[in-house]
């Protein structure tokens, strides 16, 4: 008895000669059981006559081909699936490599900060410093780009928020804690009021600090960058410039 065993099918047939049957019966000793084709698997079996049970001098081979005409047509959707489609190509998860996100390659991008909503243009500088604008975002890696804030000192803020808001920053030593509103920093230290908005919406953590370097906040329209040559930001919400 020989079997041929193909990706999608196995075909079994007999060295011998046999006659057509349509049932498959037990094999006893002195019983003839002829080749069959079962309705659903459609496989050919058939074993050789035997006159006594101790008659195992049978050849058995195992060959593979890739003829996959020998399947019945009515029975070609079981093997469609794998033939017509491939390779399974949806559960093999995409993992960035090191070439994919490369520094020499990010992009740079540069906003001018003048009249903009605080709170809008943070959000916005998170998301295309975390790399969520891409189509190949991995939370854990750094896809990202560079972003450049020129004329910190102009952003603006909503409401009552310029007398009201408060930050605050602690010495470490008992009674070190000190307040100031934004007025009061945006004098000071301007920068820091949108680097402060744009570390809290970034990952805390290992991550987190590395894509904080990715942010560049300057006081004033100059910047140090021009060897990037980096571009506008594209902004979509038009509720971030502050109507007059």
């Not at 559960?91 to 992009?107: F, G, L």
């Not at 020129?150 to 070190?176: F, M």
């Not at 987190?208 to 571009?231: C, S």
Request: net charge positive; proline share 6%.
């Amino acid at each position: 008895m020989a079997t041929l065993c193909t990706p999608t099918c196995v075909i079994f047939s007999s060295l011998q000669s046999s006659s057509s049957s349509s049932s498959f019966k037990t094999l006893n000793a002195g019983t003839t059981i002829s080749s069959s084709t079962t309705p659903f698997l459609g496989f050919s079996v058939a074993s050789a006559k035997s006159t006594s049970p101790l008659n195992t001098k049978r050849s058995f081979k195992v060959r593979c081909c890739q003829n996959l005409s020998l399947v019945p047509d009515n029975q070609r959707w079981m093997f469609e699936q794998s033939e017509v489609n491939g390779p399974d190509i949806w559960n093999n998860t995409w993992y960035p490599k090191a070439a994919d996100h490369r520094h020499s390659d990010k992009t740079w991008y540069v906003v001018d900060a003048t009249d903009k909503i605080l709170g809008r243009l943070a959000s916005t500088i998170a998301i295309h410093i975390r790399g969520k604008n891409l189509a190949t975002y991995t939370p854990s890696v750094d896809m990202g780009a560079y972003v450049i804030v020129v004329n910190a000192e102009k952003v603006a803020v909503s409401g009552k928020k310029r007398t009201q808001k408060i930050y605050r920053r602690h010495s470490g030593r008992p009674g070190g804690m000190k307040e100031e509103t934004f007025d009061q920093l945006q004098h000071r230290i301007p920068e820091r009021i949108i680097e402060h908005a744009v570390r809290g919406m970034l990952p805390k953590g290992r991550l987190g600090r590395e894509l904080f370097t990715h942010l560049k906040v300057y006081k004033g329209p100059n910047h140090p960058h021009e060897a990037q040559q980096p571009i506008e930001l594209p902004i979509r919400d038009k509720r971030i410039q502050k109507q007059q």
